[in-house]
């Protein structure tokens, strides 16, 4: 059971967009829709902001989108602002009926 | 609203143990799948173990299995981890989540409790 890949951070400005990466393999993120993504402010509990892969919780900004090909899925975050600062984290249901984290990415809005 | 608390955290020694319990309010808790996760200092989250609507199947990460239990009492709408054998390797902040209905998306909370394990 290894953790997803996902880059340790990413960066961008406001107003620009981003994308973080989650790699996994055909017996999670490949075999299944079940990708969901998270965002985390220190201190604070983690916030849902994707499930099955492309879908937003009600109150999720749409600047929030999910995507997913083959074995990795990606999170787009478009007209970054300050508060979207925070570590993101994608998710995923495995073969073995477990989940399974990425590692996280650092996201810094400069 | 849906509200998850938990408790039953604290120090203890290596080779010890610790009940969790997360008390849920705000939803029909049969109607979900509960889920713990937990963070160590400085690392990302992990996912530990999630039990489905009637205790009937469970699931565990390879770092706890055989050493964790996951348990529902849905007459008290609570969820409990029951941890045996613990190490350093345990120190850290542990969630419960509800599990949606649909997607195994993790969409409500805790506040986390912190476990401190002592060498």
């Known amino acids: 059971q290894s953790a997803l890949t996902q880059p340790a951070s990413v960066s961008g400005s406001p107003g620009q967009s981003i994308t973080i990466s989650c790699t996994g393999t055909n017996s999670d993120v490949g075999g299944y829709k079940y990708v969901s993504w998270y965002q985390h402010h220190p201190g604070k509990a983690p916030k849902l902001i994707l499930f099955?892969?492309?879908n937003r919780p009600s109150g999720v900004s749409d600047r929030f989108s999910g995507s997913k090909s083959d074995n990795t899925a990606s999170l787009t975050i478009s007209g970054l602002q300050a508060e979207d600062e925070a570590h993101y984290y994608c998710n995923s249901y495995t073969s073995s009926g477990t989940l399974v984290f990425g590692g996280g990415t650092k996201l810094t809005v400069l | 609203q849906v509200q998850l608390v938990e408790s039953g955290g604290g120090l203890v020694k290596a080779g010890g143990s610790l009940r969790l319990s997360c008390a849920a309010s705000g939803f029909t808790f049969t109607e979900h799948y509960m889920s713990w996760i937990r963070q160590a200092p400085g690392k990302g989250l992990e996912w530990l173990s999630y039990?489905?609507?009637?205790?009937?199947?469970?699931y565990y990460g390879d770092s706890v299995k055989g050493r964790f239990i996951i348990s529902r009492d849905n007459a008290n709408n609570s969820v409990y981890l029951q941890m045996n054998s613990l190490t350093a390797d345990d120190t850290a902040v542990y969630y419960c989540a509800r599990v949606t209905q649909w997607g195994l998306g993790l969409d409500y909370w805790g506040q986390g409790a912190l476990v401190t394990v002592s060498p």
């Open positions: 039990i489905r609507y009637s205790s009937d199947y469970t």
């Open positions: 099955e892969v492309t």
